[in-house]
Structure formats: C-alpha cells, structure tokens
C-alpha cells in the first residue's frame, strides 16, 4: 500500500531564507508526483507535477526534484516570503489509479 | 476561466439526515474526483469518475456514500445517515483526462466543510 510521508510536519523561517520541503513514498510505482499549497479555510492550488520520467520541474521561486527510484521528492523555495506561508501537501498518483495519495503537508510559516 | 465549485461551502445537519454535497467541475475535463480531509488527518480519496467509464468507488468509506456524475458534468455527493464521524471537508477536483501527463493536474474547489451535530 503506497504511503507518502512528508518531514517536517511544521516550519518556521525568517523572510529571505531558501528552504526545502521533503516527501517520502514507499512505492516507487507512480505515474506522477504533485505538490500544491492549501491556505487556511481553502482548498488547494497545484504548483508543480512532475511526471514519473522527469527530475524535475521549476515554476517561478519553486523547484520540485524527483528520485523515483529512493521514493523521494523534494521542494525547494527560494528567496521565501510571508505570502508563501500556508500548508504545502506532496501528492502522488500510483501506477495503477487516476487517484491521488496525499502526505498530511508541512506546515510553513515565513516570519517577516 | 471559471474554476472547480462545489456548494454548499459550509453544511451543518443533525446526526441521521441524509446530505448531498456538489461539485461543478472545469468546462471540458473529463475526470472528477472527491476527498475528504478530516481534522488532524490528510486528504483521503473517495471516489472518481472518468469520462464515460464505471466510477471507481474504491474510497467510500462505507455503503452510506455514493455519487454520481450527470452529463458528464456536474457531480453530487450523497452521505445517508450522517455520523458524526463525516464531519470534515469535502474536496472535490477536476482534470483534463488521465494520462499521467501534465494534463493530469487537478485542480480543486474550495470545499464544503460538513459538520455533524
């Protein structure tokens, strides 16, 4: 049974600071990895997917890295801002359903 | 363009009623799909339809949820004899299709939260 799993579980960091977000899954059988970001009260907003044959994917101040291999995904934040503070959730689609399974997110906090 | 909406976005029932929740997906995807996120835990997968295909109800919790999907558009939620054990948020989200592509991405609506009495 596919788990995504996603550490830490909370950040806090000054304004300014690049900052990584780490998934875990325990099968390396996907079609795809998603990130999205949940504000408080709302539902979620897609960053990036990054499909099973790439590495990665770069939107903006956001670069999400893919090892599908060691069951791993990272999400790098440049330059962070108090605007990226919300709930940031990994995502990923096994092989064999349309589906996503979901880590319980990071929590971010970017203190001005 | 207009995105996922779902209504009601708050619901509030006494415990035994029926509910039915909605969702009004993105002109043009084909694949809808409910999740629930429960307090304290992540996003949990319910059900999803893709074009014409049989849904695949593999995430109903219990024989108390269906859904269904009209027109291949519009699609409801129903939960009988509510417990209070459904109280969270209901997400629903659409997609172009399913190729595990970047055509997969699916977009989400801001969500009902439903609370049990």
């Known amino acids: 049974k596919q788990e995504v799993t996603q550490i830490p579980a909370a950040l806090s960091v000054p304004e300014g600071e690049n900052l990584v977000l780490n998934c875990s899954f325990t099968?390396?059988?996907?079609?795809?990895l998603q990130w999205f970001r949940q504000d408080p009260g709302k539902g979620l907003t897609s960053l990036l997917l990054?499909?099973?044959?790439?590495r990665e994917q770069t939107s903006g101040r956001l670069n999400a890295s893919l090892d599908k291999s060691s069951g791993r995904s990272t999400l790098y934040i440049a330059a962070s801002q108090p605007g990226d503070s919300a709930t940031y959730l990994c995502?990923?689609?096994?092989?064999?359903?349309?589906?996503?399974?979901f880590g319980k997110g990071t929590k971010l906090s970017v203190k001005p | 363009g207009a995105g996922v909406s779902q209504s009601p976005s708050n619901k509030v029932t006494e415990k035994g009623k029926d509910v039915e929740l909605r969702c009004d997906p993105i002109?043009?995807?084909?694949?809808l799909y409910w999740y629930r996120q429960s307090l304290g835990q992540g996003l949990e997968f319910l059900i999803y339809?893709?074009?014409?295909?049989?849904?695949?109800k593999s995430g109903l919790p219990s024989d108390r949820f269906s859904a269904e999907r009209t027109g291949g558009s519009v699609s409801t939620l129903t939960i009988q004899r509510t417990q209070q054990e459904d109280s969270a948020v209901y997400l629903c989200?659409?997609?172009?299709?399913?190729?595990?592509?970047?055509?997969?991405?699916?977009?989400f609506g801001p969500g009902t939260r439903l609370t049990v009495l």
């Open positions: 989200a659409s997609s172009f299709f399913i190729s595990g592509g970047v055509t997969d991405t699916q977009y």
């Open positions: 099968d390396s059988a996907i079609y795809n």
């Open positions: 990054i499909q099973s044959s790439q």
């Open positions: 995502a990923v689609r096994p092989g064999s359903q349309g589906n996503l399974i």
């Open positions: 002109s043009g995807h084909t694949a």
């Open positions: 339809f893709q074009g014409n295909s049989a849904p695949d």
